[in-house]
């Protein structure tokens, strides 16, 4: 408990769950905590439970302080991704 794994060098959420997968396997982990931006954690939570299949996860997010205006197309872009996101595959 209080271990924190780096970050992988990822360019999406979705590599960011593949590339860290063999790492927590490989460390033997059974409880991944994934921290994520607040208006992110929709999409997070699914590719993770996705590509984490069968490992204990538990989301937590912080707090986006950007204008409304801006907070609002992050959500936009959010939904939709999750939307495209729930229509394909995201298995490793």
């Known amino acids: 408990e209080g271990d ?3 970050p992988v060098l990822s360019r999406s959420t979705l590599e960011d769950a593949q590339l860290s997968l063999p790492v927590v396997v490989r460390l ?3 409880h ?3 921290v994520m931006s607040d208006f992110h954690i929709a999409r997070a939570k ?4 996705e590509v984490f299949a069968g ?3 538990t989301f937590r997010s912080s707090q986006t302080v950007l ?3 801006e907070l609002d197309q992050l959500r936009r872009h959010e939904e939709g991704a ?5 229509r394909s595959s995201v298995s490793p």
């Open 82 to 86: 999750l939307a495209e996101l729930r």
């Open 46 to 49: 699914f590719i993770f439970e």
């Open 32 to 34: 991944v905590r994934v």
């Open 55 to 57: 490992c204990q996860l």
């Open 28 to 30: 033997g982990v059974r």
């Open 67 to 69: 204008s409304q205006s």
């Open 4 to 6: 924190v794994l780096e």
